[in-house]
């Protein structure tokens, strides 16, 4: 992930009305989203993530991409026809508002929870939520000031303090 991207995962909104927690899915070698979804039907957030991004280019058999890694785009792991984690990465050097739109109500379609990966918290489902979300996270004191962000990183815990 570039500094300059504010990532977001979503999750079964079921799984965590069921009582999931975050924390459960942070291991010490990162998130690992898979048991948050279970059986979830993949053709179907296949069939609305098309509509948002065009295609792109993917390093991995078991990812479907959308949009440039550099910029926006949106990642689908699977394996076997399971939904492993779905993320979005959205560009604050050039924020597309529009996206931010459709992410939400693709969220809301799918009954997604759209889920700040930083900060570990959940975000409403709403395009403002998701802006202030954005306007907060370290991407976004990365492209405000890069020199005061990069010397405020915590280089041996690797995080902005």
Not at 52 to 69: T, V
Request: glycine share 6%; proline share 4%; with cysteine.
């Amino acid at each position: 992930m570039a500094v300059w991207q504010f990532k977001i995962s979503l999750l079964p909104q079921q799984w965590l009305d069921a009582g999931g927690a975050l924390d459960a899915l942070v291991g010490a070698d990162g998130w690992h989203m898979s048991p948050a979804w279970g059986a979830s039907d993949f053709e179907s957030i296949q069939r609305r993530i098309d509509g948002i991004l065009p295609p792109g280019q993917s390093w991995s058999e078991s990812l479907l991409h959308w949009g440039s890694y550099e910029t926006d785009d949106i990642q689908l792991f699977s394996e076997s026809s399971l939904v492993e984690s779905l993320c979005v990465r959205f560009d604050l050097r050039r924020p597309n508002l529009a996206l931010f739109g459709l992410v939400v109500a693709a969220a809301e379609d799918l009954h997604l929870a759209l889920v700040d990966m930083a900060r570990k918290q959940v975000v409403p489902r709403d395009v403002q939520a998701l802006l202030r979300a954005a306007a907060a996270s370290g991407a976004a004191s990365y492209v405000k000031d890069p020199i005061s962000f990069l010397t405020s990183v915590d280089w041996e815990r690797g995080q902005a303090t």
